[in-house]
């Protein structure tokens, strides 16, 4: 093959530990005894739960809508009843508890009515995107954007190439590989439906040259789908983390995305293989996206392999049927050694991006050694594929300096850890970035929360003035009628002539006066001093006014 | 079972500092055995001595701030200091004059600025460049080769030590010490540099060749670094690029009163300096492109004062004015990070 | 005679330099925020009245004529951290007169026991909290900010003020904890005591 490649700066070449798991074909797991479907699994707004504890549902039933564009559809994996809309541990690197809808499956898998198109090039790109939203579909390389979203560019751009994800880069995780050896032809099939949704002139198919058996059933699955267009199967070298979209994007074609963008800006979507293959899924069978591949690996485990997993399945049920040795188990990763993050808890459960559970034991990844002073070897930066500078991104994250942090583009960190993968030193420079970027994400919060809530007190500040001074005109308004009026009854005593009548009636103003003089003192005192003490004594005065 | 909180990535390379230390202590052998074989046992002992009290120092000073002494002296940072220095010396040096530089290196030029990875300067170098300046005669005083025909004076390890240590009480010893090449060729004043090669002892075949072959056996530990990644390519290869240019310009131009590109590559402490010295991480630039500005100008400056300067070699001098410029090149050297356009416009409106 | 000429020298010089000087202050004059506004900017606005004064503007200006910097409870070290570096002056710790720094917290009404009384509504500076004469209220939870006043005037005292809490959204990673053995430059620390600000995220 003579195509020409870029290749992107930086990048590592960790043991690969993929043979472990690729041994045996991929396995379907009996169901297990109930899952646990957080309402956030993606990126974007929490979808919304339609379903109520004590309700039945059948397999593939809606059980929560998106809530919003950017959000996605939840359906039941299999049939059963919801027992529970709880909070319950999610699979998440703080180890918190999120809303989850429990279901209990009654082991009858039974089911909605479901059909699918057979002839998707003949239905409108609209209709297809509105399937694969209704179908819960998120990418499922791992960061878990909604599908349906990224298939759908702004009017715009016009996409010139797809570009389909079969890197795999990252150790030990081989999901997207047994996929693509097993089900080819639903992965080049999905590959044509979204090419038929974008319409892009050219479609790429990234995959790293050592997953031969996969590129050998790509090919194959290539020769033997009838299509309008080519799909161009490129091989490319084994470097860790040519799977990241970016990286992909420069290896594939030289372009680089640009900063605070997205791909589409420059004409290009990415999509992974295993999206692929559910939206073949969604489309031609009508099923929603309730199971995917998962790896299950590491030296803790007896039988490391690839499950079809249904969406919720706690992990510890899978490590059981993997044959786990508990004592020797140390940490537990949920996705891969480089970017996945240690989970707290084993019953959380297998979602939408869970491409693989590592058990490892203790002398497979060991812990990290104490830190050490920073030397600036520059390794970090020979292997950071983003070309920033590791060592003075952590001197300046470590320092709280965040605003050099930012001016040395911390936040365009695609956290990869190549940098700590390579530091003689031991630094987590990983977790100090992940710390800064949490900062400043929370800085900048609390900064435009405080803005806010200046505006409402200015705001309120100058309501309780107006009100006063509304207040202040009304009186001002009452006495002039008052004077008036008395004046006008003034005139008629003297035509009368009773002077008694007349200094009773003066008396009587005066008092009259003088009360609503100390009142009016006394309130509008309260209104211009906004101290809390003040207020709280008069609070009856201010009452009626509120 | 205990599940542990940790974050990404899970797994780590192997090299590690302590490793790198020792690797580049290890490569700085092939030099150093060639050392001794033509100028007798006074680099051993100097190195062995300026490790002892590199190691001690170090040792004071943290236990001094409290820390744990055995976490840090297994970085070997420490040792590797006392080995350069005890490899830059003169051979005879005498044993207080190794104490200054090396005890002033690790305090004063190593811990008082932070301790490992917070020095701005090379600590070897600083502690050179004190007794360079402090006792210059001490300090230009080597021994004249083994190769050397007619030099059957040279001491043995008994009278070495007695020679760096006179109170051990030895016989003591009227070694035959002469100037270094780069030495003679600064002082020979009007003779041409033909006439000289053929007259100075120091400059004759079997004195050069000494000379020649402790420089190679440098490149050879340099390139055995190489090989195994402790640093990368760009500061000594620029360092001895630049160097051989400047020197092969004026060379050319003048054959008679420059010396050759050869000479100053071989004939002083260019290849320690270019492969053990300028590479030190902590104080050099750290980018990729300024790493090869930082080389090459380290190269040029050596040849500016031993030309025109007033000492023979520069390498102290050289390295020690481009740790000053090293943060301003990382700077100006950042390099375009994914997606950017234009790589340090950004920062310098930003502060 | 020379002398006469250097001084003329000197005062000629003295008078480019000063057209310079006054050209390039009006050519290249930046327009700044009026520092109350630099300071007002870096308070955290809960307006809760700790420093004594009636909220954060009015704090605001009585730093800019002078008041100490180390009265905000809410902002912590942070927002004095910030202040010092604005105005140049030194840091100085919280002065516990004002109060400590508490985690964020946010009003809760238990709305069994509230009677309607309206004077928590009164008291809150931001107007977070929501009801009307005999009905009960509630505090609008996304703009409450935690300052505490409402819970004085409540004669029922039925506000409680609990701590917000951190969801899976908002998590972040905190710092890497320090080694035990301490690396640099920190001798107030010594070995096997990372100090609290740094072993814990801030």
């Not at chain 1, 530091?423 to 609390?446: D, T």
């Not at chain 2, 120091?202 to 195994?228: D, M």
């Not at chain 3, 009585?62 to 809410?74: L, M, R, S, V």
């Not at chain 3, 029922?156 to 951190?166: A, F, G, N, W, Y």
Request: charged letters at 20%; aromatic letters at 6%; glycine letters at 8%.
């Amino acid at each position: 093959m003579n195509r020409k490649l870029w290749d992107f700066h930086g990048g590592i070449h960790p043991p690969e530990n993929k043979a472990q798991s690729t041994r045996e074909p991929i396995v379907r797991p009996p169901l297990p005894s109930r899952l646990v479907l957080p309402l956030q699994q993606h990126i974007g707004q929490s979808s919304q739960c339609l379903v109520k504890a004590g309700q039945k549902v059948l397999k593939g039933q809606l059980i929560a809508a998106p809530d919003g564009y950017v959000s996605l559809a939840m359906h039941a994996p299999t049939s059963g009843t919801v027992i529970d809309i709880t909070s319950a541990p999610v699979p998440h690197p703080s180890g918190l508890t999120d809303r989850c809808i429990i279901i209990e499956p009654d082991g009858l898998d039974k089911w909605v009515p479901h059909s699918g198109i057979s002839d998707y090039t003949r239905a409108e790109p609209e209709r297809l995107l509105q399937i694969i939203r209704e179908s819960g579909i998120a990418g499922l390389g791992g960061a878990g954007f909604p599908t349906s979203v990224k298939l759908n560019p702004s009017e715009e751009v016009t996409i010139r190439t797809l570009i389909i994800n079969a890197v795999e880069c990252e150790p030990y995780i081989t999901a997207d590989d047994m996929l693509m050896r097993e089900h080819a032809s639903e992965v080049i099939q999905g590959i044509m439906i979204i090419a038929h949704i974008l319409k892009p002139e050219s479609i790429q198919i990234g995959i790293e040259d050592n997953k031969s058996e996969a590129i050998e059933s790509l090919k194959n699955a290539i020769a033997t789908h009838d299509r309008e267009q080519s799909i161009e199967l490129v091989v490319i070298p084994t470097k860790y983390p040519s799977g990241g979209e970016k990286q992909l994007i420069q290896v594939l074609t030289g372009c680089e995305v640009p900063n605070g963008g997205i791909p589409a800006d420059i004409g290009i979507v990415c999509q992974n293989v295993g999206t692929a293959a559910a939206v073949y899924r969604a489309i031609i069978k009508g099923e929603p996206l309730i199971y995917r591949v998962t790896t299950f690996t590491g030296e803790a485990l007896g039988q490391p392999r690839n499950l079809e997993v249904l969406i919720g399945t706690p992990v510890n049920e899978l490590l059981e049927f993997c044959d786990l040795n508990d004592s020797e188990l140390n940490r537990l990763i949920m996705g891969g050694p480089m970017m996945g993050f240690s989970l707290l808890s084993d019953s959380v459960p297998v979602i939408k991006t869970t491409n693989c559970i590592l058990a490892s034991t203790e002398a497979e990844i060991p812990l990290p050694p104490p830190e050490q002073a920073c030397i600036r070897c520059g390794m970090c930066e020979t292997v950071c594929p983003a070309s920033l500078l590791p060592q003075q991104l952590y001197w300046h994250a470590k320092s709280k300096d965040y605003d050099k942090a930012i001016n040395h583009n911390l936040l365009d960190c695609i956290e990869c850890g190549a940098c700590t993968y390579v530091c003689p030193s031991n630094i987590p420079l990983v977790q100090y970035y992940r710390h800064a970027k949490g900062e400043i994400r929370m800085l900048e919060h609390e900064h435009t929360r405080s803005d806010h809530s200046r505006q409402r007190f200015e705001m309120r500040i100058k309501r309780l003035e107006q009100e006063a001074a509304a207040r202040e005109e009304k009186k001002k308004a009452r006495q002039q009628a008052a004077a008036k009026a008395s004046a006008a009854r003034n005139k008629a005593s003297n035509n009368q002539g009773a002077k008694a009548a007349v200094i009773q009636a003066a008396l009587e103003r005066t008092r009259a006066k003088k009360t609503r003089l100390a009142t009016d003192s006394k309130s509008s005192v309260n209104r211009a001093e906004p101290e809390p003490e003040t207020k709280t004594v008069t609070g009856s005065d201010n009452r009626e006014n509120t | 079972m205990a599940l542990l909180k940790i974050t990404s990535p899970h797994m780590s390379s192997a090299g590690k500092t302590g490793d790198v230390m020792l690797t580049v202590v290890l490569a700085t052998l092939p030099g150093l055995a060639l050392l001794t074989w033509f100028f007798g046992w006074g680099n051993l002992i100097n190195i062995a001595w300026a490790s002892l009290v590199a190691v001690s120092c170090e040792a004071l000073v943290i236990s001094i701030r409290q820390r744990s002494v055995m976490f840090y002296l297994t970085d070997y940072s420490a040792l590797l200091t006392g080995v350069l220095i005890g490899l830059s010396l003169p051979s005879l040096a005498p044993w207080w004059l190794t104490l200054i530089a090396t005890s002033f290196a690790i305090i004063f030029a190593k811990h008082l600025y932070g301790g490992m990875g917070q020095n701005p300067f090379n600590p070897a170098m600083v502690g050179y460049a004190l007794v360079l300046i402090a006792f210059p005669v001490e300090m230009t005083s080597w021994l004249a080769p083994k190769s050397l025909p007619g030099n059957d004076q040279i001491p043995s390890f008994l009278q070495t030590l007695t020679a760096i240590f006179p109170f051990v009480g030895g016989e003591a010893v009227d070694a035959f010490t002469m100037a270094t090449p780069l030495d003679t060729f600064k002082h020979k004043g009007e003779q041409l540099a033909a006439q000289l090669w053929a007259s100075e002892p120091v400059l004759s075949p079997s004195s050069w060749l000494a000379w020649q072959s402790i420089s190679a056996g440098y490149l050879l530990g340099g390139a055995y670094l190489l090989y195994k990644k402790v640093f990368t390519w760009h500061t000594p290869v620029a360092l001895l690029v630049a160097m051989t240019i400047i020197s092969g310009i004026f060379w050319l131009i003048d054959p008679d009163s420059y010396g050759s590109p050869l000479l100053h590559l071989l004939g002083g402490a260019t290849m320690l300096g270019a492969f053990f010295i300028a590479t030190d991480p902590v104080s050099s630039a750290t980018s990729v492109k300024g790493r090869l500005y930082y080389g090459a100008a380290i190269g040029i400056l050596v040849y500016i004062i031993r030309t025109w300067g007033n000492y023979p070699d520069a390498i102290a001098f050289a390295v020690l004015l481009m740790n000053f410029a090293a943060p301003f090149i990382d700077y100006y050297t950042q390099p375009r990070t994914y997606g950017h356009q234009i790589s340090h416009q950004k920062t310098r409106s930003g502060q | 005679m020379s002398i006469l000429s250097a001084i003329l020298i000197l005062l000629a010089l003295a008078l480019v330099f000063g057209t310079i000087l006054g050209f390039a202050a009006i050519r290249f004059k930046v327009e700044e925020d009026p520092i109350v506004d630099q300071i007002d900017n870096l308070m955290p606005q809960t307006q809760c009245g700790q420093c004594g004064y009636p909220g954060c503007r009015p704090y605001s200006e009585a730093i800019a004529n002078g008041d100490a910097i180390n009265k905000c409870p809410p902002g912590g070290e942070a927002t004095i951290h910030a202040l010092a570096d604005l105005l140049g002056r030194e840091f100085i710790p919280l002065d516990s007169e004002s109060g400590e720094e508490t985690p964020k917290t946010v009003a809760y009404i238990r709305e069994d026991e509230c009677i309607g009384c309206t004077k928590c509504i009164q008291a809150c500076p931001v107007d977070a909290i929501l009801g009307a004469a005999k009905q009960m209220h509630t505090v609008i939870i996304d703009e409450c900010t935690g300052c505490d006043l409402c819970v004085e005037p409540c004669p029922v005292d039925c506000i409680d003020m609990l701590p917000v809490e951190v969801t899976a959204k908002d998590w972040y990673w905190e710092a890497p904890e320090l080694p035990r053995v301490g690396i640099i430059a920190t001798d107030r620390n010594p070995a096997g005591k990372p100090s609290a600000s740094e072993g814990r995220a801030a």
